[in-house]
């Protein structure tokens, strides 16, 4: 057996092992790339995962809520959609990736890596200098390519979008980067500051994604120039659209389906039974609007549905050494898309009855 069957089939075992239900989107992404070593398969494994719970997160109260069919990051066996969703799918992953080793090298969880220390002693501006650990990006951008980027084996267009949106979401790493800086100093003078880079809360680099998501460009290929198969005309259509698109830029081909309606052969099941938002404490506008959204503007109504939640309250501790609690319950309010009741007759279809009777 060959070193990359060997370590695809191991990083397979490893997928199985350790994520068993949440397998159906991991384990593809890391058995077709083999190409890093296997050190790194278990940060490439907790990233794609960050990525996936972002986008769960990002898009919770969405038509389109992220669901597990949609988190396919290969254009093989025939998956060949490549929507706007698609696109915020590739880039979240990619950048999950890279973020998690960029914050394990840093950790010292490797023994190849540690800080970027390229800018050390240098003045970065007016009273600090470089110093510190920076987040070594270089490194998790490196691995994340041969791990992400090996899924597109293909030279077409959907395979170039994919790899587009998977550099994408490495820029957002970049992007959301922040400085920090310690003072140094008598007395606390903080004379000078000594600074570094480091990684953004993952919760901004999908904020940031999530715009670029909203503001994604459509990507109309020049069908003239269009060849089956891997033509150099074929190659040329595609560099040149490209050319024109900024590489920070989230791009798609195809329109959306409608998510309102359930339809199994897309792997959608609809918004009927979808959970929405009426009302509570620091909701969004978005949240807010969040039944209008799933329910109205689908056809559908919205349904209220209490339930009783028991819970451990007034709890105290007892010298030594136990807390006792009480039990709780309490009424909670939940709101839910459902079908509009299409059976009721009309108020005067009695009357009408009557009068036809008569």
């Known amino acids: ?8 089939s191991l990083v397979l075992f490893m997928c199985c092992h350790v994520l068993s239900s949440r397998a159906w989107s ?16 278990s940060s490439v494994q907790i990233g794609a995962q960050r990525g996936i ?29 490549a929507t706007r969703e698609t696109a915020f799918v590739h880039a979240i992953s990619a950048a999950g990736v ?61 395979a170039a979008v994919n790899l587009h949106n998977n550099e994408a979401g490495r820029l957002a790493i970049r992007s959301t980067m922040k400085r920090s800086c310690k003072c140094h ?14 990684l953004s809360d993952f919760r901004d680099v999908g904020n940031y994604l999530k715009v670029k998501h909203d503001q994604a460009q459509k990507l109309e290929m020049d069908k003239r120039r269009m060849r ?32 309102c309606v359930k339809n199994l052969s897309l792997g959608l099941h609809g918004t009927e039974g979808r959970e929405c938002l009426q009302s509570g404490k620091n909701l969004s506008q978005w949240e807010k609007r969040s039944c209008r959204r799933l329910c109205h503007d689908c056809g559908l109504k919205v349904e209220e549905r209490r339930t009783e939640t028991v819970s451990s309250c007034n709890c105290k501790f007892h010298w030594c050494c ?7 319950t309490q009424v909670v309010t939940k709101y839910f898309c459902a079908k509009r009741n299409r059976s009721r007759r009309p108020h005067n279809t009695r009357r009408k009855q009557r009068t036809r009777n008569s």
């Open 1 to 8: 057996m060959g070193s990359c069957q060997f370590l695809a």
């Open 26 to 41: 991991v384990n593809n992404f890391l058995m077709t790339g083999p190409k890093a070593h296997l050190t790194y398969t």
């Open 53 to 81: 719970e972002e986008c769960k997160h990002q898009f919770s109260w969405d038509r389109w809520n992220c669901p597990e069919s949609a988190l396919q990051l290969s254009t093989h066996n025939g998956l060949r959609s």
């Open 98 to 158: 890279m973020y998690t080793l960029t914050k394990n090298c840093s950790m010292g969880s490797f023994e190849n890596c540690g800080c970027d220390d390229s800018k050390t002693g240098k003045m970065g501006g007016r009273g600090w200098i470089w110093g510190g650990c920076s987040d070594n990006i270089d490194f998790g951008e490196n691995i994340s390519k041969q791990f992400v980027d090996a899924l597109e084996n293909g030279h077409d267009s959907r």
């Open 185 to 198: 100093g008598v007395s606390g003078s903080c004379s000078i500051q000594t600074c570094w880079m480091q």
């Open 228 to 259: 089956a198969g891997n033509s150099a005309d074929n190659r040329g259509a595609i560099s040149d659209t490209f050319s024109t698109i900024a590489r920070t830029e989230l791009i798609y081909m195809e329109d959306s389906p409608d998510y």
């Open 322 to 328: 136990t807390v006792k609690c009480e039990k709780c």
